[in-house]
């Protein structure tokens, strides 16, 4: 006798706020892969729309706000929602509906991947849009994963990364520090290191070897599969551990389908042994 489909285990479902990129190398399809890969399900919410390619992002087309509140909404309503997973918030309005969805569903697990600017170059928030993230989201989130230019553009009043993110994470989240892209004057090594700082704890530090190339859509894999462990019920600290192993595989085994960045493979069973 067939087991019965009800009695199955229900994948924890991750609601994820982000713009959809046509070569699913980041943005919604990047989260929907890498939430599935790790056991959860995907319920996908546009911020906003995208002309890009593998070489840089050409125009951001943000959504209605009334659109996103109403989807995402309607959606959770519907399918019980275990952490939220926020990415491109490409405009003030997106931003005020992302805040009205969560002052609805306060405690859910949050991680916030502060998108500011295309893998290619382009710009995709302005300052006054970054100042309201800072001030507004961030103390909500349970964890932000910003690199460290984007660190430097959150707590820019500091001058070194461990101020930056302890001035960040008195205001609320963990910050992961993910270490893949140097600041303007510096050069690559050949070890990338991320950094895990929290309120009153010693930072954790992870050191993994640099892989050669460029890669689009790094930050959203590692912070969609850091949600989604969280929403298993993982630990802060092993979340971060799996999702940045995960991260690296994916890039590990990267594709070339473009000109531009290499896409990451984030489907484990198609990886190369």
Request: include cysteine.
């Amino acid at each position: 006798m067939s087991r019965s489909f009800d009695s199955r285990p229900r994948p924890p479902a991750v609601l994820v706020f982000a713009g959809l990129d046509p070569s699913n190398g980041a943005g919604l399809g990047a989260d929907l892969e890498a939430i599935r890969a790790g056991g959860g399900w995907a319920l996908s919410v546009p911020t906003a729309l995208t002309v890009q390619d593998t070489h840089d992002v050409a125009r951001v087309v943000p959504v209605d706000p009334g659109y996103l509140l109403e989807a995402a909404l309607r959606i959770s309503a519907d399918v019980p929602v275990a952490a939220v997973k926020v990415g491109l918030l490409s405009s003030l309005g997106t931003l005020e509906a992302l805040l009205s969805f969560l002052d609805l569903h306060p405690g859910l697990p949050l991680v916030v991947d502060p998108v500011f600017k295309a893998g290619g170059g382009s710009e995709l928030s302005g300052q006054a849009l970054i100042a309201a993230c800072r001030r507004r989201l961030l103390p909500r989130a349970t964890i932000t994963t910003p690199n460290r230019c984007e660190l430097a553009r959150l707590a820019g009043e500091y001058d070194d990364d461990v101020s930056r993110a302890m001035a960040l994470c008195a205001e609320g989240p963990a910050v992961l520090v993910t270490g893949t892209d140097p600041l303007p004057g510096e050069t690559a090594g050949e070890t990338i290191e991320h950094v895990l700082h929290r309120a009153g704890s010693f930072p954790l530090r992870w050191q993994w070897p640099r892989l050669p190339g460029r890669y689009h859509g790094s930050g959203c894999t590692l912070a969609s599969r850091l949600a989604v462990a969280l929403a298993t019920g993982e630990s802060l600290e092993r979340a971060c551990e799996i999702a940045q192993r995960f991260t690296w595989d994916a890039l590990a085994a990267s594709h070339a389908l473009g000109g531009g960045q290499r896409l990451p493979e984030r489907w484990p069973a198609r990886r190369a042994p």
